[in-house]
């Protein structure tokens, strides 16, 4: 009696594994098998329902990233992040270049890193007054993927340093720059710090 009793149970027992193993197996397939999400653009709004981070494209048709203080970015679904002004941080791409921008409260960019047209790097600093430097390939007044001067500019003009390529008899060659503006210049927009 008590074999039979063992059989049974471990029948049942491997029954219901059986059981609950396809189930699972099930689940997983259906998961796998679940369409692509596509839609035009994602929000993520706060308790208030204020849209505060916005993935999609923007007015100018690129591709981004963005997120605003809360309030900032209006509610209207695809509109959001329209207006780069309001966005704080955004990350996207423009020409199928990525980029990368953080603005203050104003709306004025702080901090751009980008690549330009020919995939070569840049990154911008400012404050609030526009006053900032540069630091990156430096496109000539023709920008092609030839250009190579690496260069740190401080705005306004009052200080560069950098290397330029030269071509010299089919050779090519690198020199170090050094321009510094003794003159002064006005500060724009705001007193200096």
């Keep these: 009696m008590k074999t ?8 049942g027992a491997g029954f219901a594994g059986g059981i609950l193993a396809t189930g699972v197996m099930r689940t997983r397939e259906q998961l796998v098998e679940q369409p692509i999400l596509r839609t035009r653009s994602f929000e993520l709004i706060n308790e208030a329902g204020q849209t505060i981070s916005y993935w999609g494209i923007d007015k100018g048709q690129n591709a981004v990233l963005a997120f605003g203080k809360a309030g900032t970015l209006p509610d209207h679904p695809g509109i959001a992040a329209g207006d780069p002004r309001k966005q704080r941080l955004a990350v996207g791409l423009i020409d199928d270049n990525p980029f990368l921008i953080f603005r203050g409260p104003d709306g004025n960019s702080r901090v751009r890193l980008l690549l330009n047209l020919y995939e070569q790097p840049m990154l911008v600093m400012e404050d ?8 990156g390939v430096e496109q000539s007044d023709t920008p092609g993927p030839q250009d190579n001067n690496w260069t740190l500019i401080f705005y306004p003009e009052t200080a560069r340093i950098g290397l330029v390529t030269e071509k010299d008899r089919g050779e090519s060659y690198v020199r170090g720059v050094l321009y510094i503006n003794k003159e002064r210049i006005k500060s724009p927009d705001g007193p200096s710090r």
């Excluded at 039979?4 to 029948?11: A, C, D, E, K, S």
């Excluded at 609030?128 to 630091?135: D, Y």
């Design 4 to 11: 039979i009793t063992v059989v049974l149970i471990g029948l």
């Design 128 to 135: 609030r007054f526009r006053r900032g430097l540069s630091l």
